[in-house]
């Protein structure tokens, strides 16, 4: 009742009105952000926040400006060419006497060892072993403790994890580094590989979404055509490798092609070969087993999408004298555009981020840049190194999908896409 | 061009088609269409007449019979030789071409010149009156300007014949009625021949030179449209094409084009011959609705019975008069409204006429 | 900042252990080895003998020497691993790094009455293993005798495995370019050095089939996908004792101890040093080399062995005889680099 009456009191003033519809829609709005804020968080907590947590990893670089702090903060205005001043040694000393026994040195030690191998006994041997006389200076007792604090090279070392963020990680995953005079070099010859890596994870995916999408093409066409009786049967055993776990499946690749295996057996009892042929622990296999995994992911948009197209449009195209080839190479496979796009993207995305397959079924020269991520997770417990090489993956995939969407995008999509 | 039957184009000869082995979808269908015609296949659905026109299009392949094109056997011959344009029901345009592509993907199959290309292409949008819309995308469209695009793009490369798959069923009521008026004009200018498929009788009537009325994958008649209406063959042609009233009885005499059928009531009338059989077997006796005489016009017809109005209907020019006719109470009357008379009221008691001259004796369906 | 670091620190951890470690019922013990042979030896020395002894119950676990996981529960404080058995290199890293609990030897037992190498800050060795050459007797009419015949593959061809992994791979091959054991880390220890193991490596790269995991070796042996491997010694008598033809050569063996430690943190250090103390004894030490060829760290249990187990121990003074104690703190300082370099080389 009242609100009747307000609404009659304050019609003719439009702005009370306004001001009650937005308070209407304001309601519904909430409503659908109530709708949708589990997922939001879901994504957030799932998603957002682990890419986060990546990201700053492959920057991160605390631990020696946590061990060292005075150090740290005076050879962030040194100048990097001669060797630091007393003050400099005197902190240390000092830094290095409250960091004694505590983890955060060894940490520090670790951190500074990927800078040069030695430097972790030379900072916790210094640990160890500095006194500091009275009437000595530090800076003959650091150097008493250990010779190598008398070369440039160990202080310019310290100066460039002065800074809590570094390059370092991320330019070693591209293969360079920071030289002692602070310029970005390319990294030894005999330890580049990281871009040869990221080149061949990206080619190792262009031929896996190559060989799927011709797999999967006349596989989709055979589905979206016949009868939905038997297309729900082959549906079926095209989905059949989804409810295996990938782990059983590489499992039986390996047992099927390996040199005692049942083709290679097959294969010289039939006198086709004379020596077992080489199918695993090597490309082949790694791509028979990717492709495998990875086919229903093209099949399924493929199918969607030729499954929207009338076949009226080809039959249009033949009755308009265009030979049955023509049609479908004029006609037919354009409108499948958008389904090769979105099949090639998902299945190359995914066999970006393969490593289980190539880890047990390639030789080193087939692994990806997973396995190095999960080699520097598990193995070496190098977050940082692990983080670069995903960000610079993510990085990768991005710049591949912003292309994808110029030339399948949704306006291109729209365009295409069967009325 | 001559209209003799010498000059049939398309022939069906004894033609069948099943798809499971079982069930004949067209059972036997004999048809020739002559150069320069316009022949209509016209039925309900289920009745044959799309799955003939995609035998003629070459997209199935009769089980039995043949088909033949200016005398050759096209059985075998695959449809993007046939050289027919074809317009279907949800028109098939390339959704990924422009207008101006859609009209030149034919003439490129056929490796025509670019300037040959452009030159038909812009003719034929302009025969449909669609020149401003050569760069536009099917979607675009509104669905009678699709419809053109269509109807160019199947005659752009001078097909002999131009095949049409109930073209103009997704159309409102009054574009559709444009469009055939369209259709049959372009159909008279460019002289190609022309096959098309429809269930509405009405579209049939106003665009075809000849009609073949299918039923259970046979072709109940072939005619023109006068003489389909006036002279149906049987009950269903009867039925199918224009309004109909329908009294049940039994043939009592047979003989000169005449017979005598008793009714239901116990009343005999006199009526024309149709396929209704010899004495003693179930027939329908058919007459139009306009054709009912009443009252005053029945005095010398010798089939009169007893009506009781039962509705009247209004309709500016005519008044449907709704009456209860030999136990039939669906019996209907169209009074042209310079003869309607006070008398008729609901619930009158009046004496209809049928003049046997309009009235037919069909074998019961 | 510091915090935040933390709370994605622990985050990370979270996925990184997959949440798959659920915390174990009050007072049992759960101890993580290295698996298959190994942890099967075990149980019958160590883990059913204790709990007989104690009462105390033990959750068998295995892993592959990932530091990670260990690294991430101490970092997060949700430590459920009581005991793990780590190597030499881990053990001295992990100790710095404060992922162990120094050791208080009063509860374990007396420090002489251990190798010398066995006994550390953060860790009590428990058994000496040696990676050895070893080769399918059934496939090669003439036994290979060292190193050196390991990488002449004209008279032995044939794909022959070693352990994808700078470690131990870079020593055998300098053994197999005739460094003496004495010099390997010397060498190694030089760019020089590194780039003659590379080179060495570098002649038989196309006849190599990598290892990862312990077990493969055998199987790859008597499969015959591979005629000649490197091969933890324990796992090639396990497999003789199955009825398999492989042999071991001793000539040039690489030995290190595996260690016994606690992870920083855990709620059950005081039945975690019952355990140790335990499997430290001279008894249940000889009772670990008869179920498995690894030998005792315990100076009285390798004196008490049979003399049959003993000859085919890494401890064996004749299979020490040109042998190559494993230097722990050089892989410490150098792991990370060489390592990489590995990965690279093997890559290309």
Known sequence: MTALDDTQATAPGSVPLRVQLRRAERITKLKYLGLIAPLAIFLAVTFLWPIGALLWHSVDNPEVVEALPETTKLLRSWDRKALPDEAVFAAFARDLAAAHGNPALAGAAKRLNMERSGFRSQLMNTGRKLRVEAGQSAKAAVLAADARWGEVSSWQALARNSTPFTAFYLLAALDHKIADDGSIVHADPDQTIYVEILLRTLWMSVIVTLISLALAYPLAYLLATIPSKSSNLLMIMVLLPFWTSVLVRVAAWIVLLQNEGPINRALVGLGIVDEPLQLVFNRLGVYIAMVHILLPFAVLPLYSVMKGISPSYVRAAVSLGSPPFRSFWKIYFPLTLPGIGAGGLLVFILSMGYYITPALLGSPREQMASYFVAFYVNETTNWGMAAALSTILLAATLVLYIIYSRYFGPARVNQVAPR | MGQDAGDGLISFRGVQKTYDGEILIVRDLNLEVRRGEFVTLLGPSGSGKTTCLMMLAGFETPTAGEIRLGGRVINKVPPHQRNMGMVFQNYALFPHMTVAENLAFPLAARKLAKPDITEKVARALAMVRMEAFATRFPQQLSGGQQQRIALARALVFNPEVVLMDEPLGALDKQLREHMQLEIKHIHESLGVTVVFVTHDQGEALTMSNRIAVFNHGIIQQCDVPSQLYEEPANAFVASFIGENNALAGTVESAGDGLCQVRLADGSAILARQGDAGGPGSAATVSIRPERVELDDAVAGDPNRLPAAVREMIYLGDHVRVRMEVAGNTNFVAKVPISHVSPAMTVGAAMTVGLPAAHLRAFASP | ?348
């Open chain 3, 1 to 348: 900042m510091a915090t935040l670091r933390q709370h994605l620190l622990g985050m990370t951890a979270l996925v990184g252990t997959g949440l798959a470690f659920a915390a174990p019922a009050q007072a049992d013990l759960t101890v993580i080895s290295f698996g298959g042979a190994v942890q099967q030896a075990q149980i019958k020395a160590y883990y059913e003998p204790f709990t007989a002894a104690t009462g105390i119950k033990i959750i068998p676990g295995e892993y592959n020497g990932e530091q990670a996981k260990i690294k991430a529960m101490v970092d997060t404080k949700n430590v459920t691993w009581d005991v793990v058995e780590v190597e030499t290199a881990e053990l001295l890293r992990g100790c710095e790094e404060g992922l162990y609990e120094p050791l208080d030897f009063a509860k374990i037992g007396d420090k002489k009455d251990f190798l010398a190498s066995a006994v550390t800050e953060c860790g009590i060795g428990t058994f000496v293993w040696a990676t050895i050459l070893a080769y399918n007797a059934d496939k090669l009419t003439t036994p290979p005798t060292s190193w050196a015949d390991f990488w002449d593959v004209k008279k032995f061809p044939g794909k022959r495995s070693l352990r994808k992994g700078a470690k131990f791979t870079l020593e055998i091959a300098l053994l197999a370019d005739g460094v003496k054991p004495a010099e390997v880390y010397k060498v190694l220890a030089t760019k020089e050095g590194v780039d003659r193991a590379f080179a060495k490596l570098d002649q038989i790269k196309g006849d190599i089939q990598w290892w990862q995991a312990g077990a493969q070796p055998p199987q790859m042996l008597a499969s015959g996908d591979v005629i000649m491997s490197s091969a933890y010694n324990g796992r090639i008598a396990t497999a003789q004792k199955e009825g398999r033809n492989l042999q071991i050569v001793w000539n040039g063996s690489v030995y290190d101890a595996d260690h016994w430690t606690i992870p920083k943190g855990t709620p059950n250090a005081a039945e975690a040093y019952k355990f140790i103390q335990f499997a430290s004894l001279p008894k249940t030490q000889g009772a670990y080399s008869q179920q498995i060829a690894y030998g005792p760290v315990n100076l009285k249990a390798i004196d008490g062995l049979d003399a049959k187990i003993a000859a085919n121990l890494p401890t064996a003074p004749k299979n020490l005889e040109n042998a190559l104690a494993n230097n722990g703190q050089f892989w410490v300082e150098y792991g990370e680099e060489l390592e990489q370099r590995f990965n690279a080389w093997a890559a290309k």
